[in-house]
């Protein structure tokens, strides 16, 4: 089993930068796709960004604005959050999967969550 612990968030205004880190323990990251989501209040959580195999990809919401990446030595992905939002508010969370895809139903490990809050 793996454990996820995310940081990185906090409270900044629209238009600023935060990077988001998710680093993992118990079981090496390169064996999976890694995926990032976020959950507002009241909201459904979505899909943000994954990264594996067959590539990276990204919710059309982010695209442009968020680049996610990783660095299997140190057993992290990172997502790199650009021009933010204030709609881009919500805890976000990685997670990992085996099979990859954008639902979350295809994802296993999840972390605890980091909250991003942009101002207007």
């Known amino acids: 089993q793996v454990q996820l612990v995310e940081s990185g968030g906090g409270l900044v205004q629209a238009g600023d930068s935060l990077r988001l880190s998710c680093v993992a323990s118990?079981?090496?990251?390169?064996?999976?796709?890694m995926g990032w989501f976020r959950q507002a209040p009241g909201k459904e959580r979505e899909f943000v960004a994954a990264?594996?195999?067959?590539?990276?990809y990204y919710a059309e919401s982010v695209k442009g604005r968020f680049t996610i990446s990783r660095d299997n030595a140190k057993n992290t992905v990172y997502l790199q959050m650009n021009s933010l939002k204030p709609e881009d508010t919500a805890v976000y969370f990685c997670?990992?999967?085996?099979?990859?895809?954008?639902?979350?139903?295809?994802?296993?490990?999840w972390g605890q969550g980091t909250q991003v809050t942009v101002s207007s």
């Open positions: 997670a990992t999967s085996q099979i990859g895809g954008s639902a979350r139903i295809q994802y296993g490990s």
């Open positions: 990264t594996g195999w067959s590539g990276i």
């Open positions: 118990g079981r090496t990251l390169s064996s999976y796709v």
